[in-house]
C-alpha cells in the first residue's frame, strides 16, 4: 500500500504485535482483543490487521541475511547465526532456525486471524473484501512456500489451531504444501487486481501479477521447466498487467523510482515509522558506515563481464589485472564498492574510497575503509556494497527505500533458463529475454548483445547472479542447480591486498554437507514441546 497508506498503521501494527505471543509457535488461537467481536467494526481496522501481515511477510534482516548464506558475500566480523550456518557448524537450537520457523507462522497466524473475522465487519464493500481476502490468502501462501524451502515438509493448515492441536500436528510432506500454495495462487490470481486496475493510493498492494510470478518461482526451485516458461509466458504477454524494464538499472534501487512499471512487489518502508539499517554496516565508513559487517566476494566482484560481453578468463576480453575494475560490466558500478570508487553522497558531491592498503596514505586522504587484515572495522574482502544504498537516509542509515521481491526482470530470466532447459531457446527468446537486460544494463558491444549459441547454462546462470545480486535471490538458485555444494565449500576470497597487494585475500573457509544442508534444521524448541515434528536428516 502506498507508503502515506502505511504509515498511518504502522502504530497500530506495533500495538498488536504485543498480542501474539505463545510458548508454541504453532499456537495461533490469539485469545486477546485482536479477535474481539468489538474490533471489527470498520474497513479500516480490518485493513490494521491486513497491513501487519504485509509487514510480516519477509524483512530487511532476512532480505539480506538470505544473501549472506551464499557465495556473493562474506561475514567479516562477529558470529552470526549466517556464519554458523556457511561454516557447518549449526545446529538445531540455531536462532535462526528457530526465528525463520516462528516469523513465518505469526504472519500465517495473522492471515488466519484476518480471514476468519474479517465478515464480521459491516456494510464492508464485497469487492473490496475479496480482493483483501485473496491479498491474505497470497502472503499465506507465500510464506508457506517460505517454509517449505527452507525446512522441506512443515505443518501444513487452513485456520488457526488450539493450543492441544499446536502441540501434537505432524509436519506435512513438501508435496502437499506446494500443492496447497499453488492452488491457492491459480485461485487468487483471478480474484487481485492487476496493476494497473488499482489506485494511484494502492500503489504496492498485492496483484494478479505478483500471484503468477511467485507461482513461476514455486515451480522454478523445482525444476519444472515447462509451468516456469508457460506462467512466465503469460505474464510477459500483459494477461496480468503490462510490465517493463526500468530504463536505468542503478535508478531502478532508488526511492524517486519506486513502483516503477518492473516491479511487481516489493517490500514496504517509509522513514521514519518503518525503516531498516543493515547497510549500516555495509557501505564504507567513510561515507557513513558504523564497521563492515558483510561484504561482496572476489567470486563475485570475478563474475561480472567485460563491457564486450566476455568473460575476464577470456583471453580477448582485454581484462588486465592490474586494472580490474575497467570497462566492466556497467551493474557492477552500480552494485560495488571497489579501490578508487566514486562515490556520490546524497547532495550530489563525490567522494574518492581509498581501499587498497596504504593508498590513503599516498592521497593525503582518511584511511578509515583501507583493508587492514580479518576482524578489523574496515571490510574483509576489499570491497563494499552501493547497491540499495539510499541516498536520502539519515545518520545510521536508517532507510525508508523499499526492497523488491519480484521484479520483471526476474520473470524474463526465469523465461530464458525454462526455454534453455527445454531445448527451445533460440535467438528471438534470446533478444527478448537476455539481450533485453543487458541493453538495459548499459552493454553496447555487439558481441555482448548478440546470441552466443553455445554455453548457454551458464551463460544464464551468471546473468541471473550478477543482474539479481544483493537481492536475497542467489541461495536459492545455487540451491537448486545443486552448485552450491561446490560454491560454499573452500575458502572464498577477496581483493588482492594480501601480501603486500600481491594475492588475494583468502577468507574463512566454508563447509556445506550435501547431505544435511540443502534444509534447515527444525527447531529444537518446537520439537521439545511436540513428539510429532520429525528432525531433518544430519540434524
Known amino acids: 500500500m502506498e507508503k502515506n497508506i502505511r504509515k498511518y ?10 498480542f501474539f505471543t505463545s510458548c508454541n509457535d504453532l499456537d495461533l488461537a490469539p485469545t486477546n482483543k485482536f479477535t474481539d467481536l468489538n474490533y471489527w467494526t470498520s474497513p479500516g481496522k480490518a485493513s490494521a490487521v491486513l497491513n501487519m501481515a504485509y509487514n510480516q511477510m519477509l ?27 556457511t561454516s557447518g557448524q549449526a545446529d538445531a537450537a540455531l536462532g535462526r532456525f528457530a526465528n525463520e520457523w516462528r516469523n513465518c507462522y505469526e504472519g500465517i497466524k495473522t492471515c488466519h486471524t484476518f480471514l476468519e473475522n474479517v465478515d464480521l465487519v459491516p456494510n464492508m464493500d464485497e469487492t473490496l473484501k475479496e480482493s483483501m481476502k485473496a ?33 501434537s500436528v505432524t509436519r506435512s510432506p513438501k508435496s502437499e504444501v506446494l500443492n496447497f500454495v499453488r492452488n491457492e495462487l491459480n485461485e487468487i490470481a483471478t480474484i487481485l487486481p492487476d496493476k494497473g486496475e488499482y489506485d494511484t493510493s494502492d500503489k504496492g498492494r498485492i ?19 515447462t509451468n516456469v516458461a508457460s506462467i512466465c509466458e503469460d505474464i510477459m504477454n500483459g494477461t496480468y498487467g503490462q510490465y517493463e524494464l526500468f530504463p536505468s538499472y542503478s535508478g531502478l534501487f532508488l526511492p524517486e523510482n ?61 581484462y588486465n589485472e592490474d586494472n ?37 596514505e599516498d592521497a593525503g586522504a582518511s584511511n578509515l575503509d583501507e583493508y587492514a587484515g580479518p576482524g578489523q572495522n574496515s571490510t574483509g574482502t576489499g570491497y563494499y556494497l552501493r547497491k540499495y544504498f539510499d541516498p ?50 548499459g552493454f553496447t558491444d555487439t558481441d555482448a548483445l ?73 527447531p529444537q524448541s518446537q520439537r521439545d514441546i511436540n513428539d510429532n515434528l520429525t528432525q531433518n536428516p544430519g540434524y
Open 9 to 18: 498503521y504502522v502504530g497500530i501494527v506495533v500495538m498488536f504485535l504485543t
Open 59 to 85: 524483512n530487511a534482516n532476512y532480505f539480506f541475511a538470505n544473501e549472506r548464506l551464499s557465495d556473493n558475500l562474506y561475514e567479516g566480523r562477529g558470529n552470526t547465526d549466517e556464519k554458523i550456518i
Open 135 to 167: 491479498e491474505a490468502r497470497f502472503i499465506r501462501a507465500f510464506l508457506f512456500f517460505r517454509l517449505t524451502t527452507h525446512y522441506g515438509d512443515v505443518p501444513l493448515f487452513e485456520q488457526n489451531l488450539s493450543l492441544e492441536e499446536a502441540n
Open 207 to 225: 496483484t494478479s501479477g505478483a500471484a503468477m510470478t511467485l507461482l513461476a518461482r514455486t515451480y522454478l526451485y523445482e525444476n519444472d521447466w
Open 258 to 318: 519506486e513502483y516503477n512499471d518492473e516491479v511487481i512487489l516489493d517490500l514496504g518502508y517509509v522513514y521514519p515509522e518503518r525503516t531498516w539499517s543493515e547497510f549500516y554496516d555495509a557501505i564504507p565508513i567513510s561515507v557513513g558506515g558504523r564497521i563492515n559487517a558483510f561484504a561482496p566476494t572476489q567470486e563475485l566482484v570475478d563474475a561480472y563481464l567485460m563491457k564486450n560481453g566476455k568473460d575476464i578468463d577470456d583471453t580477448n576480453s582485454g
Open 324 to 360: 580490474p575494475y575497467e570497462n566492466r560490466d556497467p551493474r557492477f558500478e552500480a552494485t560495488i564498492v571497489y579501490h578508487g570508487y566514486q562515490w556520490e553522497k546524497g547532495d550530489g558531491t563525490t567522494s574518492t574510497i581509498y581501499i587498497k592498503p596504504g593508498s590513503s
Open 392 to 441: 536520502t537516509a539519515p545518520i545510521r542509515v536508517d532507510a525508508g527505500l523499499n526492497l523488491i521481491l519480484m521484479r520483471y526482470a526476474d520473470v524474463l530470466l526465469m523465461y530464458a533458463e525454462a526455454k534453455n532447459e527445454l531445448g527451445q531457446m533460440d535467438e528471438s527468446i534470446w533478444n527478448e529475454t537476455i539481450r533485453a537486460i543487458r541493453a538495459r544494463a
Open 450 to 522: 548478440s546470441y552466443p549459441a553455445e554455453d548457454l547454462r551458464e551463460i544464464i546462470r551468471n546473468e541471473r547472479r550478477i543482474e539479481l545480486a544483493i537481492e536475497g535471490l542467489r541461495l536459492f538458485d545455487i540451491r537448486r542447480w545443486g552448485t552450491i555444494e561446490t560454491v560454499m565449500n573452500g575458502n572464498p576470497h577477496g581483493a588482492k591486498f594480501a601480501a603486500g597487494n600481491t594475492q588475494y585475500i583468502q577468507l574463512d573457509e566454508r563447509k556445506f554437507d550435501s547431505e544435511r544442508d540443502y534444509l534447515f534444521a527444525v
